[in-house]
T-cell receptor, first 113, second 115 residues
Framework: DAGVTQSPTHLIKTRGQQVTLRCSPKSGHDTVSWYQQALGQGPQFIFQYYEEEERQRGNFPDRFSGHQFPNYSSELNVNALLLGDSALYLC????????????FGQGTRLTVV | AQSVTQLGSHVSVSEGALVLLRCNYSSSVPPYLFWYVQYPNQGLQLLLKYTTGATLVKGINGFEAEFKKSETSFHLTKPSAHMSDAAEYFCAVTSRGAGSYQLTFGKGTKLSVIP
């Protein structure tokens, strides 16, 4: 049973560019949440998708947007990249939005130069 | 609103010694509490969780944690540290009800195990 898979594993982008990160949830899960983990910090909640809709959002600007597809996979898009967007982006999946357990992927390391 | 405070960004213990990682939380409604472990360049792995019921929770790899409502704490312990326990540990809280189940994490505690 495949767990949560994220692609790509590493990415280098230039300031001002746009980036798309992808996540496939654990088999049987229908809810995907995205987190940003800056170096030396704990993960911070970006947003959660359930039934192809954004259900909750953390304190992140509109430059951060997402999508969930009918097969429950998800994308995170970041526009107008800033140096401060450099971080590990983690995807977590769960069964139902009112979950009590989230499974995390390995993350995508984004470096903005 | 909810928050997590982890006391000590770095903890060093000798192999075989007791591991104690501290976590205090703040939540306006009854919390769900979690401990996750992160190895270098990897994602988060769930160690254990408290939702309801027994306040002493046992997890994987010999770890356990006790939910103490009066102290708003959820400290993580392991009787005897192993070299493979060296990693970063994150305490997290989410709140029941109110339609919000986002995880709020602490800043993490890096555990070093000295041979």
């Amino acid at each position: 049973d495949a767990g949560v898979t994220q692609s790509p594993t590493h990415l280098i982008k230039t300031r001002g560019q746009q980036v798309t990160l992808r996540c496939s949830p654990k088999s049987g899960h229908d809810t995907v949440s995205w987190y940003q983990q800056a170096l030396g910090q704990g993960p911070q909640f970006i947003f959660q998708y359930y039934e192809e809709e954004e259900r909750q959002r953390g304190n992140f600007p509109d430059r951060f947007s997402g999508h969930q597809f009918p097969n429950y996979s998800s994308e995170l898009n970041v526009n107008a990249l800033l140096l401060g967007d450099s971080a590990l982006y983690l995807c977590a999946s769960s069964l139902g939005w009112a979950h009590t357990e989230a499974f995390f992927g390995q993350g995508t390391r984004l470096t903005v130069v | 609103a909810q928050s997590v405070t982890q006391l000590g960004s770095h903890v060093s213990v000798s192999e075989g010694a007791l591991v104690l990682l501290r976590c205090n939380y703040s939540s306006s409604v009854p919390p769900y509490l979690f401990w996750y472990v992160q190895y270098p360049n990897q994602g988060l792995q769930l160690l254990l969780k408290y939702t309801t019921g027994a306040t002493l929770v046992k997890g994987i790899n010999g770890f356990e944690a006790e939910f103490k409502k009066s102290e708003t704490s959820f400290h993580l312990t392991k009787p005897s540290a192993h070299m493979s326990d060296a990693a970063e540990y994150f305490c997290a809280v989410t709140s029941r009800g109110a339609g919000s189940y986002q995880l709020t994490f602490g800043k993490g505690t890096k555990l070093s195990v000295i041979p």
